[in-house]
């Protein structure tokens, strides 16, 4: 009789199967792995948003970190040459609106959401699952 009392005591969690609370738990953040990519890769982003934005291309340079091929933006930091988790491509605003990532009705939405360029690195993180953007702050 005792025993049935502490059965009905148990938590939900704790009938789960224990493999897939384990399995589940280990799958991290793709952020997780990113952060120190971007923090090694800062001066190197800086510049190019600095020249993205001098030279008059754009006013909203965008950084693709991705893990896979990708056609978009130009290849700045390839994973493969600099032993790193990330690759990160240069893109624009621009870019993103004619190649349709971004849809030209909610492009001034994007502009209003837009962190200043001098302090944020604009990052759009490719994943398997999808993808979002993300700032990121330069390290001064």
């Known amino acids: 009789m005792a025993q049935i009392k502490n059965l009905q005591k148990m938590e939900p969690e704790e009938l789960l199967n224990e493999e897939k609370n384990n399995e589940e738990s280990k799958k991290e953040s793709p952020l997780v792995s990113l952060e120190p990519d971007l923090k090694f890769f800062n001066a190197s982003i800086r510049e190019v948003a600095i020249e993205i934005m001098v030279e008059g291309l754009s006013k909203y340079p965008i950084f693709i970190a991705h893990q896979h091929e990708l056609k978009l933006g130009e290849l700045i930091l390839d994973r493969h040459d600099l032993n790193t988790e990330w690759s990160i491509h240069a893109s624009t ?28 690195m604009c990052v759009f993180v490719v994943v398997p699952e999808g993808a979002n953007f993300i700032y990121y702050p330069y390290v001064k």
């Not at 605003?93 to 959401?113: A, Q, T």
């Open 93 to 120: 605003l621009e870019e993103f609106v004619e190649k349709g990532v971004i849809k030209e009705v909610l492009k001034e939405r994007f502009i209003r959401s837009y962190k200043n360029p001098n302090d944020f």
